[in-house]
DNA sequence: GATGAATGAGATTTCATTCAT
DNA sequence: CATGAATGAAATCTCATTCAT
């Protein structure tokens, strides 16, 4: 009779695996280790997952599936794209510098099938960013972000740099001050991707970011204020 | 007797390891299948190359070294620290598009290891970062950059971005535009990491931009505001 | 479905480990040679043991602990040292004569290790000789046995005569006579051990150096001296 | 053209090959290593040595032939038996003490073979310890050791004692006393080898052993030494 | 559901030996 | 005589997976 207090087995396998994935990668874990860290045979593990492929997806499920979730909600109680850019930033970054195992899984490991773009952590990677390419989006539609960036360039960068900012911390000896990392990288994205940017990109660009908060004020006046005439002029079409 | 426009060994081991370990990863590729793709056998292989390891860590160097010394150059023959920047990124972005190996080696595979930081690889990798961050420090002395964004941190954005965005073109079944892309991260990161950029931009920023810059605010303004109405709201409450 | 009357199977691994050891030498018996005799396959071993060198230190184990145990009761039930050592050695002699496998291992084979000081085998082989020596260090205190012979030195005597004496009849193609082997080994031994034999015999014992001498001058003498009359007696054919 | 001062390569050779196998052991020692030790490539040992068992019997044979003449012109300047096995007892453990290369490959190594009793080593082996059973026979004939022991039983106890004495010097961590141990030996064996000992081996050794003992010497010298002669002579001059 | 044993394939690595040059 | 490359066999060990109980 299993305590009350157990977990079902099901559970406990697929906590074992994330844990071990984690700390020692999807190639150098066995089946046996799971089991061992389970406390049964490795015969048993194969009563609950059919494979260790699949296992390695269900753990990445079990990620990705609650995040997806979450940020989705959180999203919802903010309204300009902007803002809701800066909370998928801020969550991520908070996410992979918080568990090991989420960063180094999906950096790492996830991507080495040669299958990965078929596979069920690239469909939820691809829900995941999708959240962001959506907000980026409306953000175009509203004038707040350039039009002449492509979302998934945009993502990319995004989630490259977040990738590589909690990667670093990971191995880099040191631990990172999320909040003051955080902030850096909102500004600079946020920054980079604001329709004022584009303008400013080739000329003289020591202004740009004086420029740039100018025209911030001006962005919020102008939707915030009834104009006095019809404003005619679609910002961000330059280039 | 060997052909003699045949290559030598060790080149051809390392040209078979190298497509191999791209094509399949690191821990999917066998000595053995190596061996067979130069057509030796197993232990031949080991003639010219101490370990799987090491091998791995030979290509790996044998991509980093060219690429440092052809980048070290590139950036010797520019002077400002921006466009050194920019050549950096192009170039990165470019071999990574170039070749899939060199992408999903260092992305993927390279890092899989608990000794990572103490690696060649992670070496290479540092010698060849450390050119972007020292142009980097030299645009924040001269004021081009942002002084509240560590170097650090605008090298996991710059490389960051690069790598998920030669990913995303590697897995993604979509050939990537790389002037095109190039010169839309370009535009994302410069102007984001610019020194106007700062929310905190020191002083010395010239004052010829800020003349520039109320132009602007003012034309804009007068587009918007109504005529002889006082605004009272206070500006600056983005985010 | 295994066979009733069948060993577990890692009682059938020890002993065909055993054997093969014994016959052939550690090096030259290889995992798959063991696994056969058992009638598996070479990973099946793997679940038992958990590589070929601690296969080899359960084997010597095997041996030593019941030699250890039942020496250890075999001398707790005499009482004088001399009658202890005479007891350990002609249990030693058995246990090589009879056991091939016995004396090749541990001659041989088992102190091959560059670490063979600090292995498992070295301290039950200490464990197991320390019997001798106790006695031994017992003798000389009782005065049986000479107190300028260091215990690690008679040890050495001791095994090191066996040992050899068990060899020779290993390969010299030749049955052994335990028995009256064993009697001349405990003859030789026991007499040049003992503390008459010692030419600084403590007190009482000095008597029996004393006949040395005599022994000596008399040699001497039958050497130099022309015989009074002829000699017909034999030295030297007693027993 | 080779320096002047250079050894032939098939000296060369020999001396690798012994110090390695003496440093490493046989099985652990590849003919690479030896090879590269000399300076050459692993074909090129091959044009002086047929393979790697053979150079092993070269090396031993190295070994035991300046072993067996020095040995033999050693015995033949002194007349006594028992000085003939005093000598060699000694140089014997001088040999294995002074060279770990000697001992280990004498004891471990070469002894591996399941044709040991038909190999150039062991008719060296043998030769080598006829020099002992030839003086312990002559011995024996003279009355000076013991005629029931059998000279093969001498020879193990003596050639044991003295192997197991070097390795316990070479594995114990401790430097062996050459000198002492010699003694030691020298003591311990003749003492228990000669004649005089083998009425005591079984009888009770205390006072009535040495009582027998004193009837046996004054029934020799009553049979030795001319009758009504005071004899001046100082003992104790033995040895 | 779990156990324990087994499988069979494969991985990396080592090595004595050969041979064309 | 030497080189350098190659061979081919073998060795140890690992592991995902299966299956009778």
Redesign the interface.
């Known amino acids: 009779m299993r305590d009350a207090h157990a977990q079902p087995r099901k559970v406990q396998i697929l906590e074992a695996a994330r844990t071990l994935f984690a700390e020692d990668?999807y190639?150098a874990t066995s089946m046996a280790d799971i089991a061992r860290r389970v406390g049964v045979v490795e015969g048993a593990v194969y009563r609950h997952v059919p494979s260790k492929r699949d296992l390695l997806h269900q753990v990445i499920a079990s990620f990705y599936e609650p995040l997806i979730d979450s940020a989705t909600d959180a999203i919802a109680s903010v309204d300009s794209p902007?803002?809701k850019v800066?909370v998928l930033i801020r969550r991520q970054l908070q996410a992979f510098t918080e568990d090991r195992l989420l960063c180094r899984l999906l950096?790492?490991?996830a991507?080495?099938f040669?299958d990965?773009?078929d596979s069920e952590p690239?469909a939820l990677s691809r829900r995941y960013t999708a959240l962001f390419m959506d907000a980026f989006a409306d953000g175009v539609r509203t004038g707040e972000f350039?039009s002449?960036?492509?979302a998934?360039?945009?993502?990319?960068?995004v989630?490259?740099?977040?990738?590589?900012?909690a990667?670093?911390s990971l191995?880099?000896?040191a631990t990172l001050d999320v909040d003051a990392?955080t902030d850096?990288?909102l500004?600079?994205?946020?920054?980079?991707?604001s329709s004022t940017?584009?303008p400013?990109?080739d000329g003289?660009?020591?202004?740009?970011?004086?420029?740039?908060?100018?025209?911030?004020?001006?962005e919020?006046?102008?939707a915030?204020?009834p104009?006095?005439e019809s404003?005619t002029r679609t910002p961000n079409e330059a280039r």
Chains 1, 2, 3, 4 share one sequence.
Do not use: F, N
């Open positions: 990668g190639d902007r803002e800066a950096i790492s490991e991507r080495s040669d990965y773009y690239a350039r002449d960036i492509p998934t360039v945009a993502r990319d960068i989630y490259g740099s977040i990738e590589h900012l990667w670093s191995t880099g000896h990392t850096q990288l500004s600079v994205i946020t920054i980079g991707l940017a584009s400013a990109a003289d660009v020591s202004l740009g970011g004086l420029v740039d908060r100018l025209e911030a004020v001006t919020r006046l102008e915030t204020a104009p006095h404003t």
